[in-house]
């Protein structure tokens, strides 16, 4: 595609329930990350993949957040057992090369509101 | 870890040019990029600078000291379409022979005025 795809745009939940977030990467992107941006505030490092190579979780804030990749391109970031914290806005971004000044190019974020 | 200082906010007058400083604290420096964020869009890349110096591109540049852990973006001729948060980034080598990382600071808030 043209840019990096979110869906949805908008998540209202129910503390206690569980959500997937989607992420479609520019195509050909080999390496696909997860930011956390709360009102006000900057980007907090989720997890980040890179082609094939196990991913880089250490960002993730419990285990009731998971994330996968498959077949290299589409990725969906799980929360289990929202709570009213995790209300946020769920940025993706891919890019094309490993190169340090590769840059990021983001999705529009999804949403999320627990209530 | 890392750690970023930027300004919260800059407020500046249509058509002069403001600055936006960044100082970091991190080990294993690679570089420092810039993002720019309209309210509800996605951050969107600016510059990169990877060795000590002043980086041009169009109306904004992007000025990096390494010894001193300090950068700042430049913006020129301002317009009001620049009213937008800016956040300044380090790479750094990753952990544990993990991929390099990039953390954002917290985001200067820019605010133009006509």
């Known amino acids: 595609g043209a840019g990096v795809s979110q869906s949805p745009s908008n998540k209202v939940t129910e503390k206690g329930k569980d959500v997937e977030l989607r992420c479609d990467p520019i195509?050909?992107?080999?390496?696909l990350y997860w930011y956390r941006q709360s009102l006000g505030q900057g980007l907090e490092f989720l997890i980040y993949f890179q082609g094939n190579s196990a991913p880089d979780k250490s960002g993730l804030p419990s285990d009731r957040f998971s994330a996968e990749r498959t077949g290299g391109s589409v990725s969906t970031l799980t929360i289990q057992r929202t709570q009213q914290e995790d209300s946020a806005v769920y940025l993706c971004?891919?890019?094309?090369?490993?190169?340090?000044?590769?840059?990021?190019?983001f999705g529009n974020g999804t949403r999320l509101t627990v209530t | 870890g890392q750690s970023l200082e930027q300004p919260s906010e800059v407020t500046a007058v249509e058509g002069a040019i403001v600055q936006i400083n960044c100082t970091y604290q991190?080990?294993?420096?690679?570089?420092l990029s810039w993002y720019q964020q309209h309210d509800g869009g996605a951050p969107t890349f600016l510059s990169y600078?990877?060795?000590?110096g002043l980086e041009e591109t169009g109306r904004f540049s992007s000025f990096l000291s390494r010894s001193d852990s300090y950068g700042y973006l430049l913006l020129q001729e301002l317009q009001m379409k620049d009213s937008a948060s800016y956040f300044c980034?380090?790479?750094?080598?990753?952990?544990?022979?993990?991929?390099?990382?990039?953390?954002f600071g917290k985001g200067t808030h820019l605010i133009i005025q006509p």
């Open positions: 600078n990877a060795l000590d």
């Open positions: 991190t080990s294993g420096f690679y570089g």
């Open positions: 971004a891919s890019t094309a090369r490993q190169g340090r000044n590769s840059p990021l190019h």
């Open positions: 195509s050909g992107h080999t390496a």
């Open positions: 980034a380090v790479r750094v080598r990753g952990s544990g022979g993990g991929a390099d990382g990039l953390t």
